[in-house]
């Protein structure tokens, strides 16, 4: 009998300091034992800091990018000095994100899924089609507000930045595409 109650008597008090135990120790004590597995455990923290974490490579991407305003556009250069527009964009990602881009843009444009330009974000990569030719041949980098910095070979022949609602790139406009997907 007292066997039965020493057993009943340390269940309890097992069971009432895992109780007292708050709820960041046992999500520690979880996180520890999948973690230590083959499976992993994402809190709610660890997604917001991830997406806090993209979120300020974006930012870093565009503040590097506006440091290129000017840099003349050359075909083919690939930077520091001067760009060609798919240079300029793999430049930039290189840079900032340690991403290694296809270095063509018709290359660039489909090697990640396609996304609407609803959703696009800050840093996603904008298309067009601007030779007639039915293929992609202008990339830039959207900079939020329809806006995106590009390495230009119109008339400016320079880095600078445009409206993706100007009548040129309203119909040049093909799709965008996040590279961090």
Not at 62 to 72: Q, R, Y
Not at 86 to 104: D, I, N, W
């Amino acid at each position: 009998m007292r066997k039965k109650i020493l057993l009943v008597g340390l269940m309890l008090l097992s069971t009432v300091g895992f109780a007292a135990k708050s709820d960041d120790d046992i999500t520690n004590i979880i996180g520890n034992y999948y973690s230590n597995g083959s499976m992993s455990l994402e809190t709610k923290e660890t997604a917001n800091n991830t997406s806090s974490a993209k979120s300020d490579v974006r930012e870093k991407i565009i503040d590097f990018a506006k440091t290129k305003l000017g840099s003349p556009y050359v075909w083919g250069a690939t930077g520091p000095n001067s760009f060609d527009c798919s240079g300029f964009v793999g430049y930039v990602y290189q840079k900032t994100a340690g991403l290694v881009l296809p270095r063509v843009s018709r290359d660039q444009a489909e090697f990640r899924p396609r996304i609407s330009s609803m959703n696009m974000k800050k840093g996603d990569l904008v298309f067009f089609e601007t030779t007639g030719k039915g293929v992609i041949s202008h990339v830039g980098i959207y900079m939020g507000d329809r806006q995106f910095i590009h390495a230009s070979s119109g008339s400016n022949m320079r880095v600078t930045i445009s409206s993706l609602d100007t009548n040129y790139y309203s119909k040049a406009f093909r799709w965008a595409v996040n590279p961090f997907n």
